[in-house]
């Protein structure tokens, strides 16, 4: 299902990653740390790691700040995403997006499912597109993260993956 191409050559990605959280901090951040370990450990850059808290206007100026830096090329956000008043990460992406991404939210679900059943229906994970920047939120639990990355994120941000990926339409992303 998942085919790498190894006769194609890897190309190694610059990442913003941020903790949206409340109640999180550099000692206890727990699916912050678990990403940017597996995102250093596949060979892309984590070239921005912050924490902030839970506000909406306070994620759309992150998200805009790290989309208007150049160098990243991908923003993987992590918490903020469940029902709860605070929980805004959704609503800050979808009114930044130029485009959403819809069928990461759906395959993130669909496969979370098989792992926590009906308990899936609470995340609103979703992507997009901003600025000519993709943006991936998940939800704030290691074990999604996890799923979030090993079953979806690491192949859809591999060139070598086939029949398509993320990385070879990432130039597209600012035709007109």
Known sequence: MNKIDNSIKFVSINIGLVTISDSRNEDNDKSGNLLKEKIKNFGHIVYKKIIIKDDLDLIKKTIS???????????????????TGRDSTPEAIIAMADKIIDGFG???????????????????????VINNTYIFSLPGSPGACKDGWDLILKYQLDIRHKPCNFIEIMPRLKEK
């Open 65 to 83: 700040d790290l989309t208007n830096d150049t160098k990243i090329d991908a923003i993987i956000t992590t918490g903020g995403t469940g029902l």
């Open 106 to 128: 759906e395959l993130f679900r669909q496969l979370s499912y098989e792992k926590i059943g009906t308990s899936t229906i609470q995340s609103r994970a979703v992507a997009g």
